[in-house]
Nanobody, 116 residues
Framework: QVQLVESGGGLVQPGGSLRLSCAAS????????MSWYRRAPGKERELVAS????????MYARSMKGRFTISRDNAKNTVYLKMNSLKPEGAAVYYC?????????WGKGTLVTVSS
């Protein structure tokens, strides 16, 4: 079965950095696009970034562009999100997502707290 397991969240000060990881299993990762989403308290879930199966096509939400970097390692079945210059509004649960056969799959998320 498809499994997505996020890790790497934690407490970071404003302006700090974190790298999130999403370990995937149960499907052909190297043939699958992947995305990161986030849900801040009291807000709707929003797309952060997405990456094509080869990594050749990448898209960022406007507010993250220039500060966040999505990447993947198809040998490790893992997608990453490097977040720099984190702002307090970046505090959220970050989720990994893929679509397989028209079905969406989500991880359970990893919590990022931005506070001094």
């Amino acid at each position: 079965q498809v499994q997505l397991v996020e890790s790497g969240g934690g407490l970071v000060q404003p302006g700090g950095s974190l790298r999130l990881s999403c370990a995937a299993s149960g499907f052909t990762f190297s043939s699958s696009g992947m995305s990161w989403y986030r849900r801040a308290p009291g807000k709707e879930r929003e797309l952060v970034a997405s990456i094509s199966s080869s990594g050749g096509t990448i898209m960022y939400a406007r507010s993250m562009k220039g500060r966040f970097t999505i990447s993947r390692d198809n040998a490790k079945n893992t997608v990453y999100l490097k977040m720099n210059s984190l702002k307090p509004e970046g505090a959220a649960v970050y989720y990994c997502r893929t679509t397989q056969g028209g079905v969406e799959y989500w991880g359970k998320g990893t919590l990022v707290t931005v506070s001094s």
